[in-house]
């Protein structure tokens, strides 16, 4: 059973800084791993998809790599804004499953 | 991006009653849509699979019963909370993959945030 973990749940980082959130998945066979950000009370919006056979997926200030063997991806947020603050959830789609597997999130806040 | 719109975004309704949540993908057909449930806080759980034309898959604990699903067309899948219980209070979420599959990126309704009193 594939599961997905988001280290660390909470971070707080002051406006301007670049921040790494991990995210690990227990069962290598993933056919892709995608990031999203969600909003208090909203739905999720997409950020970055990553098929399997590629190592990373840029958009913006935003870059998401990926290495299977180690069960492990990394969102990076460059230059930090507040209207970054949000909650960053990775998912793993599982091709066994036939689902999506998310993590339990990480929290951003950015100050001022 | 695709768009994918969920409609009520938020609901109140008496413990005993039906209330009815609609998933529509906009710009692309979905042959395939998913229903998740997100408790406060916490991740999302998938509750089934929509499929166009035939029957839901629902997850392990997910009663089929009381979570009524219904995918007449390539574009609309609705989800029923019958009898609702102030325990099936929470935030809905719909998704359709653009592809009709997983392979494929995931896009998501706004929710729904269902208050049983």
């Known amino acids: 059973k594939q599961e997905v973990t988001q280290i660390p749940a909470a971070l707080s980082v002051p406006e301007g800084e670049n921040l790494v959130l991990n995210c690990s998945f227990t069962?290598?066979?993933?056919?892709?791993l995608q990031w999203f950000r969600q909003d208090p009370g909203k739905g999720l919006t997409s950020l970055l998809l990553i098929q399997s056979s590629q190592r990373e997926q840029t958009s913006g200030r935003l870059n998401a790599s990926l290495d299977k063997s180690s069960g492990r991806s990394t969102l990076y947020i460059a230059a930090s804004q507040p209207g970054d603050s949000a909650t960053y959830l990775c998912a793993a789609y599982t091709g066994t499953a036939s689902k999506l597997t998310f993590g339990t999130g990480t929290r951003l806040q950015v100050t001022l | 991006g695709a768009v994918v719109s969920q409609h009520p975004s938020w609901v109140i309704c008496k413990s005993g009653t039906s209330v009815k949540i609609e998933c529509r993908s906009l710009d692309f057909q979905a042959t395939t849509m998913f229903w998740y449930r997100q408790f406060p806080k916490q991740s999302l759980m998938l509750m089934a699979t929509?499929?166009?034309?035939?029957?839901?898959?629902?997850e392990q604990g997910v009663e089929k019963d009381k979570f009524l699903i219904n995918h007449a067309s390539l574009t609309l899948s609705t989800l029923t909370v019958t009898s609702a219980h102030p325990e099936d209070s929470s935030f809905y979420i719909c998704?359709?993959?653009?592809?009709?599959?997983?392979?494929?990126?995931?896009?998501f309704g706004q929710g729904t945030r269902l208050t049983v009193v």
């Open positions: 929509s499929n166009e034309g035939s029957k839901a898959t629902y």
């Open positions: 998704s359709a993959p653009r592809g009709g599959s997983l392979h494929t990126e995931a896009f």
């Open positions: 069962d290598s066979a993933i056919y892709n």
